[in-house]
């Protein structure tokens, strides 16, 4: 077996050693084409910065949909706040109701209800008198 891996190391031991070169690389040594012409470090540094064009596009895409990310997740946030806000002061209207309709023994709604018809009553009464003497003093001033 020796003697088969010596014959092919003095055949051609560099080409054995050393890779083919990509011939559908035109920047690869030895790649068909490549003469050495300063158009293809050109292009080279074309394709470098169109690469890091890209690179850069694809970052600010990334932040750009992390952007959108938090800024729905935000909204989420806000109108969880807003239905837990809205379903606090039903609750609350609600209970305030429910003392409200409570009956007490006296047969009143409650003792706010009373206070407030007893001070309209009043305020009726006071405004009944104030017009009247309005009149009254109005008509004897007039003659």
């Not at 031991?13 to 083919?20: A, R």
């Not at 109701?97 to 709604?109: D, K």
């Amino acid at each position: 077996m020796d003697s088969c891996i010596d014959q092919l190391l003095s055949h051609n031991p560099i080409n054995l050693l050393t890779p083919p070169a990509n011939q559908n690389d035109p920047f690869a040594l030895g790649a068909r084409g490549c003469t050495g012409d300063p158009s293809h470090d050109e292009e080279r540094e074309n394709k470098e910065e169109r690469e890091e064009e890209e690179e850069r596009e694809e970052q600010e895409d990334e932040e750009e949909e992390e952007e959108e990310e938090e800024e729905e997740e935000e909204e989420e946030e806000e109108a969880m706040l807003v239905v837990l806000v809205r379903e606090e002061v039903a609750m609350s209207l609600k209970s305030l109701s429910l003392r409200h309709n409570e009956q007490t023994p006296a047969g009143w709604r409650c003792l706010g209800c009373f206070l407030h018809r007893v001070w309209l009553f009043f305020n009726l009464l006071f405004s009944i008198f104030s017009g009247l003497v309005g009149l009254v003093c109005g008509c004897v001033f007039l003659n």
